[in-house]
């Protein structure tokens, strides 16, 4: 039987590089780790031998002699950093067309998600920080703004600590700098978990549910093979990601709040069941003042899928503010509300519809 998560990525792909992206691999130390990426398509790696493109034809066993172009403009580069329940299309779809046509973007798959893998046993967020700080080296990005959701937020926040010459912003949604011993155990106990793993590496259909359900504002209803589907294929090496939870907890007399020199957006679902909204205050309060919160309400901790329009407005308002552009023109729909009104409700009321009929839907060329 046709799985139809599986079958879907085709046309997830087809719609990302319609977008301007294409996926490459990057080998990172010359010892077995590489990291899997879509990158710009006219952007031309400063070291060809150790990036190598995935195309349609070469998963074909076929060959394709295309014209060297000369290398295209400079644009602010945006780095996407998904979570812990999926790669990192998957998780930025609503977002990917839309950043493309003003900057260029870049979406890895960290270790253990997509294509991604390395022979180090080393498991923390640090070291995924690293990974992904050498790959851009090699991918020829000097300078970024990170993107982070979730666990991917844990991880920027480590690369902006190791790497302020790379990181130039950061913008984080639901996530914390550190997960201290102390909110683990009350974030824990507040959903009603045992451990992380039961919540984020669900086994079953049911495990499944529960996660979407926390994770959400609104509940939102799918086939039970969809959900079957779901797990086989977005939760392999599930070792190694349950290693990946474990490296996650630092103690609580360990873990400080760096001094970062970067803009910091804290972009955070009102409604977030994981990571809650005084959670954010309090970090916005450490991080000082160059750290601004805004949140968006009737949202969970999915808050860029299930608000992707405001998700999307306050992020370009963000970045064009911290790279120093004219502002991209967000309120160029005011004008119209009734356009605006109905993609608004195109994506509230809409959504679950979208998503049962593609199993996940990719939106691209809507600029709100």
Known sequence: MVNLVEAQKPLLHFLIRLAGLRQHTV?????????????????????????????????????????????????????????FAAEGIVTWQFQAGVLAKHYDVYIPDLLYFGGSTSPS????????????????????????????????????FKMAEARPDLVRSLVVSGSVVAMTDSISEATLERIGVKSSAELLLPDSV???????????HRNL?????????????????????????????????????PVLPQKILLLWGENDNIFNIELAKTMKEQLGEKTMLQSIDKAGHLVHLERPCVYNR???????????????????????????????????????????????????????
């Not at 150790?50 to 295309?66: H, M, N, Q, S, Y």
């Open 206 to 216: 049911k495990g499944l549910k529960a996660l979407l359900s926390i994770a959400t």
């Open 314 to 368: 306050l992020l370009k308002e963000f970045l064009a503010c911290v790279n120093a552009e004219a502002p991209i023109r967000s309120d160029k729909l005011q004008d119209r509300p009734m356009i605006r009104e109905w993609l608004q409700y195109l994506f509230r009321k809409e959504l679950e519809s979208h998503l049962l009929q593609f199993g996940c839907l990719a939106v691209y060329k809507i600029d709100v």
């Open 121 to 156: 046993a080393d498991r923390s967020p640090g070291f995924q920080a690293e990974c992904l700080a050498a790959a851009l080296g090699k991918l020829g990005v000097e300078r970024c703004t990170v993107v982070g959701f979730s666990y991917g937020g844990m991880v920027a």
């Open 221 to 257: 209803w799918f086939p039970e093979r969809l959900h079957r589907d779901y797990l086989q294929v977005m939760f392999t090496n599930r070792k190694e990601r349950a290693e990946l939870l474990e490296g996650l907890v630092v103690s609580n007399k360990d873990a400080t709040v």
């Open 27 to 83: 080998d990172v130390d010359g010892a077995g780790t590489e990291l899997t990426f879509w990158v710009p398509k006219d952007k031309v790696p400063k070291d060809k031998s150790t990036v190598r493109e995935i195309t349609p034809e070469a998963a074909a066993g076929k060959t394709t002699d295309k014209a060297v172009k000369a290398p295209a403009a400079e644009r602010p580069a945006v780095v996407l950093v998904h979570g």
